[in-house]
């Protein structure tokens, strides 16, 4: 039906960067949402980003002005470029798909030391 495959999750210092990647396939229609969410250990799943196929966003008040989303509709691929990382980033980010019914990725560890 509908896969989303996630990248680019990895180890990184406080305020340092790292981007990533969400590819889907499947039967997708066209006219959807994609974004990101993530879970720290202990806590709820929480919406970090997300952007529709036009290319409207939004963000949690917690990562604005440190983040952003984009999206290549013709590969149905969504990326969330991440900055100024802080160790409270610190979770397994989740790609998502909304249309009709919601879709999940594997989840991508990001794990932001000191």
């Known amino acids: 039906q509908v896969q989303l495959v996630e990248s680019g999750g990895g180890l990184v210092q406080a305020g340092g960067s790292l981007r990533l990647s969400c590819a889907a396939s499947?039967?997708?229609?066209?006219?959807?949402?994609m974004g990101w969410y993530r879970q720290a250990p202990g806590k709820q799943r929480e919406l970090v980003a997300r952007?529709?196929?036009?290319?409207?966003?939004n963000y949690a008040d917690s990562v604005k002005g440190r983040f952003t989303i984009s999206r290549y509709n013709a590969k149905n691929t969504v990326y969330l470029q991440m900055n100024s990382l802080k160790p409270e980033d610190t979770a397994v980010y989740y790609c998502?798909?909304?249309?009709?019914?919601?879709?999940w990725g594997q989840g991508t560890q990001v794990t932001v030391s000191s």
């Open positions: 952007i529709t196929s036009g290319g409207s966003t």
């Open positions: 998502w798909l909304g249309y009709v019914r919601d879709y």
């Open positions: 499947g039967s997708i229609f066209s006219i959807n949402v």
